[in-house]
């Protein structure tokens, strides 16, 4: 089945400093989620980007679907954007699949 | 609006029982997947149901089953539980298969 590669599996940052977080599939998708679980366990959409670019605030994705690939953008990090970020690919075979995620911490 | 609403939020069992977890879709919503999340793992896929219907199960034995019903609220069933079912319970909802899915809080079990 498809497999869901996520990167770095850590990362420690700054406060105000930016990141890359990378998400590659092994095979092509038909939807590609992004989600933040916060320390509460509560798994918060942050972008539904099967294709193209989105930006929301701070936050910004890009998925290059022919190259299987998306990439999450947090620029000015802030201590409440520490917790674990995961990509989720929906395969034809009506399965999600989730990455390891990336845990992510801010240091203020 | 409401949320995807999960129930119970916390449940604690031994070993050998069963437990049935409920969801209750976003209004309007026709599609509720369930995954299970072991601490310090990713989600992983156990069901996804639309229109009552199966569409896609994960790699889960047989001791777990799951169904939706006419309003495309859905339960989880577990049967026989072991140690290792031990984990938070998720339940997404989404107008059809492929489209975002929103997540519930999570039902948390715990196994003695």
């Known amino acids: 089945g498809i497999q869901v590669e996520q990167s770095p599996p850590d990362l420690i940052l700054q406060e105000g400093a930016n990141s890359t977080l990378r998400c590659n599939f092994s095979?092509?998708?038909?939807?590609l989620q992004w989600f933040h679980q916060n320390p509460w366990g509560q798994l918060i959409n942050l972008f539904y980007?099967?294709?193209g670019t989105k930006q929301n605030g701070r936050l910004s994705a890009t998925t290059v679907a022919t190259e299987r690939y998306s990439l999450l953008y947090i620029s000015s990090s802030q201590t409440t954007d520490s917790g674990v970020y995961f990509c989720a690919a929906f395969t034809g075979g009506f399965k999600t699949i989730f990455g390891a995620g990336t845990r992510l911490f801010v240091k203020a | 609006d409401a949320g995807v609403t999960q129930s119970p939020t916390h449940l604690i069992k031994t070993r050998g029982q069963h437990v049935t977890l409920r969801c209750s879709p976003i209004?309007?919503?026709?599609?509720v997947s369930w995954y299970q999340q072991v601490l310090g793992q990713g989600p992983q896929f156990i069901f996804q149901y639309y229109e009552k219907e199966e569409r896609g199960r994960g790699n889960f034995p047989d001791r777990f089953s799951a169904r939706q019903f006419p309003n495309y609220s859905s339960e989880l069933n577990v049967n026989a539980l072991l140690l290792g079912d031990s984990a938070l319970y998720l339940c997404a909802s989404s107008l059809q298969g492929a489209q975002p899915q929103h997540f519930g809080d999570g039902t948390r079990l715990s196994i003695l």
């Open positions: 980007i099967p294709s």
């Open positions: 209004s309007g919503h026709k599609s």
């Open positions: 095979d092509s998708v038909n939807n």
